[in-house]
Structures are given as C-alpha cells and as structure tokens.
C-alpha cells in the first residue's frame, strides 16, 4: 500500500479568500474543518510515530532517545571507540527524553527504549540495558526507576557523524534546542533491525536481516546499480530473526515479496532429538519463529489436550475431541526449561518411544505455533518525506543516495576544517619568520592587530591567531612542527577534493567505510532458510 501525500484536498490547506461583507465571516463548512483535521492527524500519526525513515530505520521517538543518550554521553568513548560510558538510569534518559525532544507519554518513550534494549526484538539492539528489560513470553520490563541503561557500541554506525555536517537539524517542540531530522546511518538500519507499525491507513512490517549480507549487498548495488535481481537476492536470500528459526517458504516467494514490499513468508522452529536412556528420546525446540514465545506454545497446547466447551455449545465438538486424540496419542509431557543459559528451551517428549519423531513433529507444527506466517510489508518514510510501500531494491537505493550525500557532506564539512587550519598555520609561518619585526610592532604599535595586518597582508583571524598565541609557540621547533602539520593538512586537502570532484573516488570510499563497518559488526546468520512442505496433520 502507498499513500500519496499530494492529497484530492489540498485545496482545504489554502488561505481562503477574504470574507465579502454580510457573509458569515468565511467560517470553514464542519464537513471541510473535519476533513482536514483528520488528514493533518493522518498524516503526523503516518511520519511522526509510527513509520521508519529509509535513511536511518529509526521512528522519531527513537531518533530522539539515541540523539539524547549521545548528548549526555552515553555512548563509546576514546580513541577507538572502546570503553562504554557508565550506564544512567531509565528514569533519567526518559526525562531528559521528553523535557527537550519528545512531548509525549513517558511510558510510551520508556516503551520504545526498552525495545531497543531486547535482543529478541531487535536483531542489533541499540542499547545496552542492565536490569529486568523483559522476556520473550511477555513480560514487562521493570519500572523505569530499576533499570538502567547506556548506547550499545553499535551506535557509533547512527551518532559517530552527527557533528560533522552530515544532517540537517530542526526546531524542537517548543524551539528551545535543535534536533537532527534523520541520523546519518552508516548502514542501513531499517533492513538490520527492520520495524513494525501500524499508522492510520498505513501499516510497516519490516524483518530484520543479516548485516553481513545487509552489507554485501550495498557494496554490489554501488559497484554496479544495474545489478540483477537474481544477484541481489544471491547475497540477500532472506530474513534474518533475532531468534533464529526457519524459513521454509520457496525462494520465489521470498523473491517476489522484495520486489514488491509486501509477502508473507512461513517460518517454524528449529529443534533437535536428544537420546535418552532404554530407547527413549525427547524433541528439545531451541529456536522460535518471530513473535512466538515458549508461553504461547504451552497454552496453545494446553488449550488442544484440555478443550474447553465453546460459547453455546453444550459440549466439545467432534473437531476438538479429534484433535485432542491425536495430539495425545503421540505428545506426553512438554516442559519449559528456558533459563539465562538457554533463551529457548522447550522439552516434548513423545508418549512412547515408538511413536515417530517426524509424527510428534508433524503434529505440533500443523496444530501450534510452533510452524506460522511472517509477514513482510516494506512501507516506510523515503528520503522524499513520502510514506511508501518499497522494493528491496528501492530500499537500498535510496539509502546509497542518502549515505552518498551524508558522505558528500562530511567531507565538505571536514575540507573547510582543514583549510580553515591551513590558513591559521600559514599565518603563523610567515610570522616566525619575521618574528623580531612583529615583536616590534605588538610591543610598539596602539592597534597591533591592524599594523600586522597592514605590515604582512594578513586576513583579520590570522592577526587574531597570532596575538592569542603564547610567546614560546613561536620558537624554532615549533616552525618544524607547523610545517609537518601543514603538509599533512595539504595532504588531506587533497583527499577530500579528490572526493568532492570524483564520483568514483566517493563509491570507493562508501564500499571501504561499508566493508570496514562490516568487518567490526558482523555476526553469523541465525535464520535457516530452507524451503520445506507446510505441515499437515
């Protein structure tokens, strides 16, 4: 589903005409104030709370809670981004949250930061909880007053840019500060850690993916955008879950889902047979489809083995006295062993040793859980501002764009650095070598800034730099220094030209930066993909 932002009835939006005299004043028609109304509602619901942005993955109010754990210093810090901040409490972040970027519910914000602490949620969670942040089978995390929290070292691929020029800032609620519009990804987030949403008309059901695949994939659209299908799919075959499990769909199913933003994908469990003594044997499940939990299992079974008469019945139907039988003829005991160890571990053992493992299989995949849909639904924000459902294709496109820009941006940012030092350290070498003189003139002159500038054609900051600068910066050594300094920076200078006037020189930085970020995050993939018959009972 796409929505067009250009509504029928932007007419309504428009000033309307001065009131002629005797009129009622030009007053709105209820039909039309409504209209509007709604649509403005809409359309703020659509982009400020519940959709992703394709350059980042992020909704605002997680776009606000990582710019201000940035800003109270949350994130890695040092040289090479190695040693993690102390972590502050939930409370704290959640308040300073709302009080500058987020005028909303502060349990809708603790909400939010909670999921991008949860490893079953998020594929790459974002931040690094200490406490009770919740479990699988749903429950709640602690209050926001017992947990505590600080950004996950993967963060510094959403924030490490945010100063550099990358992005543009806007107003906050009340104007008092400024906050970023899109955080300059480095990788594109909304396909690592996907998203879900529902809007008003609008809803996003984005999966999550592998990031070394995420990765590879980019690297292959920037060296060649006329890329095939086939190929892109090759080094993206599918989803990647948090926790695990298997995709057992056709891959022309998959296919067809990237190329038009919307699918739904079936998913089961994984598990294995462990042997017991005498012959006997258990199914042990370890991994779980997306937005399955081991409690939803037990009370499905539950619910099968101990039926319960429906509303206005007087007594089970044959449909559930059947299932009852033969779910109880091969299922015994089933036992939830999940611990810290073992996020998942869900024990079923068969009632005999001679029942089938492929039966007791077959049966808990057709009747639980155990084997369901995924749904795939690629709407999101583009970097147009529009909310639109998008081919994988037009996912990672339009991320290349913004990544090109924000790259484009960093250097322009970074070269007037560098040649706002050269222009400094210039000065300064053309002062030490007339350094008696300009003693002189300090020493003598009334207005010593405008006699240097007069005397040795300086600009107006370069006389400031060299009235400010202490007497022993002005020694032989230090004249060294300034000239190894200047050819480094010249050096720079050089780079970054050559990256603002080459396209080329800028695709291979992107694909460099990309396959380093790679490098430092990857992690194997979780998910089988592994296509397989739909069980049938």
Not at 143 to 153: D, G, P, S, V
């Amino acid at each position: 589903m796409s929505i067009d932002t250009s509504f029928p009835n932007d007419d309504l939006f428009a000033p309307r005409p001065p009131a002629a005299a005797g009129d009622d004043g030009g007053a709105p028609a209820l039909a039309d104030y409504a209209q509007r109304a709604y649509l403005e509602y809409a359309l703020s619901v659509v982009k400020g709370r519940a959709l992703p942005d394709v350059a980042d993955g992020q909704k605002p109010v997680q776009r606000r809670i990582l710019y201000a754990m940035g800003r109270m210093g949350l994130g890695f810090t040092g040289a090479n981004a190695s040693s993690g901040a102390k972590p502050v409490k939930s409370a704290r972040v959640v308040g300073d949250v709302l009080g500058r970027f987020h005028p909303h519910g502060d349990q809708a914000a603790y909400d939010a930061l909670v999921r991008m602490a949860q490893d079953f949620s998020q594929r790459y969670p974002l931040i690094d909880g200490q406490g009770n942040f919740g479990s699988r089978d749903g429950d709640g995390a602690a209050a926001m007053r017992y947990t505590e929290a600080r950004l996950a070292k993967i963060t510094q691929l959403l924030l490490s840019e945010i100063d550099e020029g990358t992005v543009d800032f806007v107003p906050n609620y009340d104007g008092s500060t400024e906050e970023p519009h899109q955080l300059p990804a480095r990788l594109p987030f909304a396909l690592l850690n996907g998203a879900s949403g529902i809007a008003v008309g609008l809803a996003c059901e984005i999966p999550s993916h592998n990031l070394r695949e995420v990765a590879d994939a980019c690297v292959a659209l920037i060296k060649n955008p006329q890329l095939a299908d086939e190929e892109l799919f090759t080094l993206l075959p599918g989803p990647d879950y948090p926790g695990g499990g298997q995709i057992i769909s056709a891959a022309s199913d998959i296919h067809d889902a990237y190329r038009s933003g919307r699918g739904s994908l079936k998913v089961r469990a994984r598990w294995q047979i462990e042997d017991l003594a005498r012959g006997q044997w258990q199914m042990v499940v370890t991994e779980l489809p997306p937005g399955v939990s081991t409690q939803k299992v037990l009370e499905e079974i539950e619910e099968l083995t101990n039926p319960k008469v429906k509303a206005g019945k007087k007594a089970l139907t044959p449909e559930q006295n059947q299932l009852k039988a033969s779910l109880l003829a091969v299922l015994d005991e089933v036992r939830d062993e999940s611990s810290k160890d073992a996020p998942v571990r869900l024990v079923l053992s068969p009632k005999s040793r001679t029942v089938g493992q492929d039966e007791l299989a077959n049966t808990l995949l057709a009747h639980t859980s155990l084997e369901t849909s995924a749904p795939i639904n690629l709407t999101m924000v583009g970097i147009d501002g529009k909310p639109v459902q998008k081919s994988l294709r037009q996912m990672l496109g339009e991320w290349i764009s913004f990544r090109q820009n924000t790259i484009t941006r960093r250097s322009q940012h970074r070269l007037q650095k560098v040649l706002d030092r050269i222009h400094i350290l210039e000065g300064r070498q053309l002062v030490l070598l007339n350094i008696d003189e300009v003693i002189a003139i300090i020493r003598e002159s009334d207005e010593p800034k405008a006699a240097l500038m007069a005397r040795f054609a300086l600009t107006e900051r370069q006389a400031e730099d060299i009235l400010d600068i202490r007497l022993r910066q002005l020694a032989r050594l230090e004249a060294i220094k300034i000239e190894q300094e200047l050819a480094e920076l010249r050096t720079e200078q050089g780079r970054l030209e050559d990256i603002l006037g080459s396209p080329a020189s800028l695709r291979r930085l992107m694909v460099k930066e990309i396959e380093a970020d790679a490098k430092q995050f990857a992690d194997a993939r979780r998910t089988l993909i592994q296509a397989e018959k739909k069980a049938v009972a």
